[in-house]
Structure formats: structure tokens, C-alpha cells
């Protein structure tokens, strides 16, 4: 069965940091971009970071660029998400999907496989 959980997440002060975690089980990364998505409350799904594994390309939205690093240990069939400087605006249900089939982004739609999510609190 093919599976991805989420950990990781949790409530950290403004200017503080996270890493999460993307576990993959049932299959391999290897052939799989994973993207990173997050939605707020009363938000609409955001797109924040992908990962390609045959070239390592990443792609990151406006709103995380420099302080987020999407990252992959082949060896461990996990991706990690380090958030650093984190703000109030980050605060979401980040969940990590799984695409293959050569698609490259973030169009959600596109994502095959998905995690249960975790919740990142950014709050004083």
C-alpha cells in the first residue's frame, strides 16, 4: 500500500524553525516529484516547494523563497521541508503529495498520492 505520513510539524514562535518530515512507504521516491502543499483556514490550497528526484530541480512559491529547503534522503525514502524564519502567515495543514509520470509542479490536481498532513502553528 502505498503511503506518505507527514511529521514535524507543531507551534514555534515567530523567527523560529520546523523541519518536516515526508515518509514514503510502499514505493520508492526515486521516480516521484513530491511537492509540499499547505492550506489555511479559510484559504485556498497553496502550492509551497517541489522536488524532482532525476535532477534535483526545486521550485519554491514567492512566499517561501530563502527561508524554505526542500530536501530528499533517497536512502531513507523521505523528503524534509526546512522552514526557517518562520511567520504568522505560514500557520497551515502542510501535506506532502507524490506525482510520477514526468510532471513537474505544483497543480495539485496533478498529484497522485497524499499524506494525512500536519499542522504548523506560527504564533507568540
Known amino acids: 500500500q502505498l503511503q506518505l505520513v507527514e511529521s514535524g510539524g507543531g507551534l514555534v514562535q515567530p523567527g523560529g524553525s520546523l523541519r518536516l518530515s515526508c515518509a514514503a512507504s510502499?514505493?520508492?521516491?526515486?521516480?516521484?516529484?513530491i511537492g509540499w502543499f499547505r492550506q489555511a483556514p479559510g484559504k485556498e490550497s497553496e502550492g509551497v516547494s517541489c522536488?524532482?528526484?532525476?535532477?534535483?530541480?526545486?521550485y519554491y512559491a514567492d512566499s517561501v523563497k530563502g527561508r524554505f529547503t526542500i530536501s530528499r534522503d533517497n536512502a531513507k525514502n523521505t523528503v524534509y521541508l526546512q522552514m526557517n524564519n518562520l511567520k504568522p502567515e505560514d500557520t497551515a495543514v502542510y501535506y506532502c503529495?507524490?506525482?510520477?509520470?514526468?510532471?513537474?509542479?505544483?497543480?495539485?490536481?496533478?498529484?497522485?498520492?497524499w499524506g494525512q498532513g500536519t499542522q504548523v502553528t506560527v504564533s507568540s
Open positions: 503529495a507524490a506525482v510520477s509520470g514526468g510532471y513537474y509542479g505544483m497543480d495539485l490536481g496533478e498529484y497522485d498520492y
Open positions: 510502499g514505493f520508492t521516491l526515486d521516480n516521484y516529484v
Open positions: 522536488i524532482r528526484s532525476s535532477d534535483h530541480s526545486t
